[in-house]
């Protein structure tokens, strides 16, 4: 069982920075590879960024490839999610979730553990 707790929603103009993260309890955080994934109002959710167990491998969507930076720290249990030149279609409720194996995928398949979401809102 995995618990996950995400922070550091909030507003900000376009073009700024965002860092959230993802907090987790539960033995197998450090085994399990993590996405980010956000869900605009009206809007299917749709996948961020991906890490493996070890932080060695990392997987963007198109739309923020340059941009956003997911990185973890499995002593802390944390996985952080760094978004720069931030977008007013960015906006949404950000979402992180684990799962056990990696995959390649960019999609929301065979992530088991999610968290309540934090809130985005980039400003024109």
């Known amino acids: 069982q995995v618990q996950l707790v995400e922070s550091g929603g909030g507003l900000v103009q376009a073009g700024g920075s965002l860092r959230l993260s993802c907090a987790a309890s539960?033995?197998?955080?450090?085994?399990?590879?993590v996405g980010w994934f956000r869900q605009a109002p009206g809007k299917e959710r749709e996948f961020v960024a991906a890490?493996?167990?070890?932080?060695?491998?990392?997987l963007y969507a198109d739309s923020v490839k340059g941009r956003f930076t997911i990185s973890r720290d499995n002593a802390k249990k944390t996985v952080y999610l760094q978004m720069n030149s931030l977008k007013p279609e960015e906006t949404g409720v950000y979402y992180c979730?684990?799962?056990?194996?990696?995959?390649?995928?960019?999609?929301?398949?065979?992530?088991?553990?999610w968290g309540q979401g934090t809130q985005v809102t980039v400003s024109s």
């Open positions: 979730a684990t799962r056990s194996t990696w995959c390649t995928a960019r999609a929301d398949l065979g992530y088991n553990y």
């Open positions: 539960g033995r197998t955080f450090s085994d399990s590879a």
């Open positions: 890490i493996n167990w070890s932080g060695a491998y990392t």
